[in-house]
Nanobody, 126 residues
């Protein structure tokens, strides 16, 4: 069982930066692949980034590639999302996710992912 809690969201101007954190409970964090998703008002939840359990494999959505960086510190049971050059289109609630199957995080089926946090809101002003 994994419980996830996001933090670090807030209000920033376009072009600014934020770093989101996702703290995980449990002793098996290092065995899980992790991902970040976001959901804008009136939109479905979409994939942002994922990182494998060892931290040496990363995948990004085209919309954030080159601007966002996902990382993890297994000793701290934490995954991060560094967001630079933020755009108003990045405004959304950002969710942390965990699954032992990396493909589940990339497959576009939200219901296939085992664990979710409750989200942290990010607002980027024009």
């Amino acid at each position: 069982q994994v419980q996830l809690e996001e933090s670090g969201g807030g209000l920033v101007q376009a072009g600014g930066s934020l770093r989101l954190s996702c703290a995980a409970s449990g002793r098996t964090f290092s065995t899980y692949d992790m991902g970040w998703f976001r959901q804008a008002p009136g939109k479905e939840r979409e994939f942002v980034a994922a990182i494998n359990s060892n931290g040496d494999g990363r995948v990004y959505a085209d919309s954030v590639k080159g601007r966002f960086t996902i990382s993890r510190d297994n000793a701290k049971n934490t995954v991060y999302l560094q967001m630079n050059s933020l755009k108003p289109e990045d405004t959304a609630v950002y969710y942390c996710a965990a699954d032992p199957n990396f493909r589940a995080l990339l497959g576009g089926r939200i219901d296939a992912i085992d664990y979710w946090g409750n989200g942290t809101p990010v607002t980027v002003s024009s």
